[in-house]
């Protein structure tokens, strides 16, 4: 029943001379996600963004730039690499790779290591690790080649945790809908005047992407016990517009652990008073971006058996 | 220089009719080294233990069992599959198998599942996670077979991450010297009347056994930056015998995450104000022990620089 929930991103930013990028015809789409084995299974439109719901996650489309995010044991490097070449080295202003710890790393085609080292085959690059070897860590891999981000290009990611109570119970039950899961998490709430797009995984496993306007949200659910995992991305800029936002996930979500990781941008996050920053790194990356990355834990107050294997 | 310092250990005793093991001639245990590809650097023996040094850890013999530890990616299993074919099923009075969480679980040459596989091949077990997936954690295989382990049958294991301070810069230093190491970590205040076997590996590292009567402690440093880990082992009786024990040793070498893992006791542990228990696990075997994982991180107070890797 293990499933990683955890991700691999990637986002590159076009030069003028290919922001047409919305213009490329489908089959292009297509072809960009099976090279790391995943599929499109539904999409959404709006004047100026795509967002497609991949088999492993999300692939995000706006004229200049594209966002991509895959789970599972997908090698998103192939399409990176496929993206580099139909557009030309030379029309890339930023591209910037992230991958988060896995719960089961052995488990995985490739290391980061390895996705660095072809990255760098690509596009001449730096990379930094940000977070402990041996808890909670995100690997970022940036094209070395100045930018200067608009300034609502930000990103907020929160990444859940072992959920407890009863939104993970619903999650793990066999009656769940992805109605059901949208109503859960407050969605039309929370997230006011977006267009949804959900997909409910079998047995278990969820994923919706949000749009409006040129703004995207991203949910992606594993439930499954020992190691669940809930990702919360988006670029909406949390601290004006709805500074609330990320207690109200925690709240309904109950983690036992979490990653806030953010790029040019700090949303306010008071986490619950027996949680612990156990690590916190800040980074400032030469393409623009100063991305931060924190961690926190609860504390073990009681103690627990241990997990039986066989 | 990455060196993983994360061991697997097994524990086997046999029964009365086995119960000769000192008495095997010495190519027995070189053959049982070499299986899993380490070698023997030195020994140390008194009137009830033998104790080599390891070019990967170590390995303790008494008349009725055997305590190997290995660390780096050697595959123990192979050693206790040697072992158990030598000394024959039916003899096999208790088997017990640990392997702690790796910092790069991904270079090792096989996983838990394989190793519990082959172990139950071997005798028919049970086995336990201790501790999360996505933090620090312990595997525990038994042979699923009763046993009462004498009432002195007490093991106490204390692994150190990210040490710092003095002693870590010591430690990583070119001046360094066993002697100077032994010093450091005060080994004959802190073990009266113990012998002691000392080793250092280029460009850095130190294993020692030390062993009085039937009792032994043995210590193993991988200094490097970023993946720095101390372990502690011994079979004493801290809470009786030196109570302000597992406190000095963390004085010294200023960790700032351990574990604490044991067996049938109770040490007094009194961490540092800044430290958090965020993993407490307990687990009774099948075979007479009773198992505590324990798992302390320090709170992150200030955000720290990444670590660039390219």
Same sequence: chains 1, 2.
């Avoid at 959404?44 to 489309?61: C, G, I, P, R």
């Avoid at 009863?166 to 009656?175: N, V």
């Avoid at 809930?230 to 936002?245: G, H, K, M, N, Y």
Wanted: aromatic residues 10%; negative net charge.
């Amino acid at each position: 029943m293990f499933f990683e929930g955890s991700e691999k991103k990637v986002e590159i930013v076009v030069t003028a001379a290919a922001a047409d990028l919305r213009r490329r015809p489908r089959a292009f789409w297509t072809e960009l996600v099976s090279r790391c084995n995943a599929t499109i299974l539904s999409e959404l439109h709006n004047e100026q963004l795509d967002a497609y719901l991949l088999s492993e996650s999300s692939l995000f489309v706006w004229d200049d730039r594209i966002l991509m995010i895959t789970c599972g044991e997908i090698t998103l490097v192939d399409s990176v690499a496929f993206f580099i070449d139909a557009i030309g080295r030379d029309r890339i202003a930023m591209a910037s790779f992230q991958r988060k710890n896995e719960y089961q790393s052995h488990l995985q085609r490739t290391c980061f290591d390895q996705d660095m080292a072809r990255l760098n085959q690509l596009l001449a690059g730096k990379a930094y690790r940000l977070g402990h070897l041996d808890g909670h860590h995100n690997y970022v891999w940036h094209m070395d080649k100045p930018f200067a981000p608009p300034t609502d290009d930000i990103t907020t990611e929160l990444l859940m945790y072992h959920i407890e109570g009863p939104a993970a119970q619903y999650l793990r039950s066999d009656k769940q809908s992805a109605d059901g899961i949208a109503e859960l998490l407050q969605l039309e709430q929370l997230f006011p005047g977006f267009a949804f797009d959900q997909h409910l995984f079998e047995p278990f496993g969820y994923s919706m992407n949000g749009i409006r306007g040129d703004q995207y949200i991203t949910i992606h659910i594993t439930p499954q016990e020992d190691s669940s995992y809930v990702s919360f991305e988006t670029d909406l800029d949390i601290a004006a517009e709805c500074p609330q936002l990320l207690q109200q996930l925690i709240a309904i979500l109950q983690p036992s652990s979490f990653d806030l990781i953010t790029f040019n941008t700090t949303p306010r996050l008071t986490p619950p008073p027996n949680m612990v920053c156990v690590a916190w790194q800040q980074q400032p990356l030469a393409c623009g971006y100063q991305v931060e990355f924190r961690h926190w834990l609860s504390q073990a107050e009681h103690a627990q058996a241990g997990l039986q294997l066989s």
